[in-house]
């Protein structure tokens, strides 16, 4: 899972925004699901029963989709592995695992949810972290394969063709329960929100004065300042970065984002990725996806659709933020060696 929060509510975020002019502090709920710190700020509607609602949203999501909970549907499907049975599963896992296939096949070799036993290899699950040994990677190796993954629609059921695979849902699941989330708000009346799910932060509509959402991304090689200020209405925007999650040996800087082809840590030619989508799930998975892709990939494939923008920030230091994110964005990193451009179709 996405653990750090890689964004900066910032502005009027911080300062604690008004409601509608009329002085209330917005309604706020912190908890922690998913490995992650969580929070909710709602400016409207049945603010009480709407955060208690999103909160119920992603708690049951976490049981759902959770590889480490021994009681959920992905540690059920996962237990089954091999043994030739499908594991019958609830709409929402069964969404999810078709969702994330669907990503793996537009983007081959730059995401694949059945990397959990690599991600265990390198020690990432357990907090055990260290350089596998060559052995022990290949083996690992062998068993990621989302073709190997059989997702029936029809009989609401899924299976792992091989003894020992595991599905991972990290890449997926915060977008996924964002989703949920979002609904759950809106479903009591709420327009005004925003929801930072540790590392997918989404806003519902605009600020209560009628403004967009400011949002900082963080400079990935100085986490306590911006690298830029994003202007969002109604959407998701997810980071991921090397700096996220790492460890060290032996003068070596890893990472958590593993590269499927290759078993270690991408190396990619990027810092970070923010993709920003009003599809939840896309914007997570994209973050993931795209930053194993590398800058001209991920550039190729923005170019190829109207569903998502991008902000990429390179190792020698560039911004590369696509068009429609052009209005309201504004660079903040210039004094640190940043150089931005913007990328058109």
């Known amino acids: 899972m996405k653990r750090s929060l890689p964004f900066l509510l910032c502005f009027g975020l911080l300062s604690g925004c008004t409601s509608g002019g009329s002085g209330t502090q917005p309604s706020e709920a912190q908890f922690f699901s998913m490995d992650t710190l969580m929070s909710i700020r709602v400016y409207d509607g049945n603010a009480q029963q709407a955060l208690q609602a999103a909160r119920q949203a992603v708690t049951r999501l976490d049981g759902l989709l959770s590889r480490t909970d021994p009681d959920s549907a992905v540690s059920t499907l996962n237990a089954h592995a091999g043994d030739g049975l499908p594991v019958a599963l609830d709409e929402q896992t069964m969404e999810v695992l078709s969702f994330s296939k669907s990503i793996a096949r537009l983007l081959p070799g730059c995401f694949d949810i059945t990397i959990a036993p690599v991600m265990d290899a390198w020690g990432f699950t357990t907090e ?77 509509g605009c600020k209560p004065d009628g403004s967009a959402w400011q949002v900082a991304v963080k400079d990935p090689q100085n986490p306590d300042q911006a690298l830029c200020v994003l202007s969002l209405e109604d959407e998701t925007a997810s980071t991921s970065g090397g700096y996220e999650r790492y460890f060290e040996e032996d003068g070596v800087r890893y990472h958590h984002i593993i590269d499927p082809e290759t078993g270690y840590p991408a190396e990619s030619g990027l810092l970070s990725v923010t993709v920003v989508s009003s599809n939840h799930m896309l914007a997570d998975a994209l973050s993931t996806a795209l930053y194993v892709a590398g800058p001209e990939k991920a550039l190729a494939f923005w170019d190829s659709r109207d569903d998502f923008e991008l902000v990429l920030c390179t190792q020698d230091n560039r911004v590369i933020v696509t068009q429609g994110l052009e209005e309201g964005y504004r660079p903040a990193g210039e004094d640190r060696g940043y150089t931005y451009e913007i990328a058109r179709r």
């Not at 020992?164 to 699941?173: F, S, T």
């Not at 609904?183 to 009591?188: C, D, V």
């Open 128 to 204: 055990t972290r260290h350089v596998p040994a060559q052995e022990d990677l290949s083996a690992a190796m062998a068993l990621v394969n989302s073709d190997k993954l059989l997702v029936d629609e029809t009989a609401s059921a899924a299976r792992l063709e091989l003894a020992g695979m595991e599905v991972d849902l990290g890449a997926v699941a915060k977008g996924f329960a964002a989703r949920q989330a979002d609904a759950a708000l809106r479903e009591q009346g709420v327009t005004s929100a925003l929801l930072d799910l540790g590392g997918n932060v989404t806003v519902l």
